[in-house]
């Protein structure tokens, strides 16, 4: 009965706890403004730019243009997308033809085109049983 009890309380604990991804940034190009995480649970989110999770982290630890930051997800199937928000107004800014002038990039993927990936071009399986690290390498067109 104590063991059944004692697996009981274990299974429920480990539900609580989710697991988290070190997200490794590289190619930021100054300490100005915030990193911003949009995390989407699937592609209908990602079209709509709805973000199931975000996350923002100040850029004073960069260290040579690069930094490694923790977030917490439960297992499950997710797209992250990066956004150097330079000017910390929370959203990508573009010039007159309309491309981006902030750095951007999804997780385990770099763009080399103009066009957006698709959510399965950089969707990332987290596990119950590890902590992953995902790569973001930032794209600056200007």
Do not use: C, W
């Amino acid at each position: 009965m104590r063991l059944l009890i004692s697996l009981i309380i274990t299974l429920n604990l480990s539900t609580l706890f989710s697991q988290s991804i070190n997200v490794q940034v590289t190619n930021i190009r100054n300490n100005k403004g915030s990193l911003v995480f949009g995390i989407f649970k699937n592609e209908e989110n990602y079209k709509k730019e709805t973000h199931d999770i975000e996350k923002s982290v100040k850029k004073e630890d960069i260290k040579d243009g690069t930094i490694t930051v923790t977030i917490p997800l439960k297992a499950g199937t997710y797209g992250v997308t990066l956004l150097d928000d330079e000017n910390d107004d929370g959203k990508m800014k573009y010039n007159l033809v309309g491309l981006p002038t902030e750095g951007f990039g999804f997780s385990n993927y770099y763009t080399r085109g103009f066009s957006r990936p698709k959510f399965d071009q950089f969707k990332i399986e987290v596990k119950e049983t590890d902590n992953d690290t995902v790569f973001i390498k930032l794209r600056y067109i200007f």
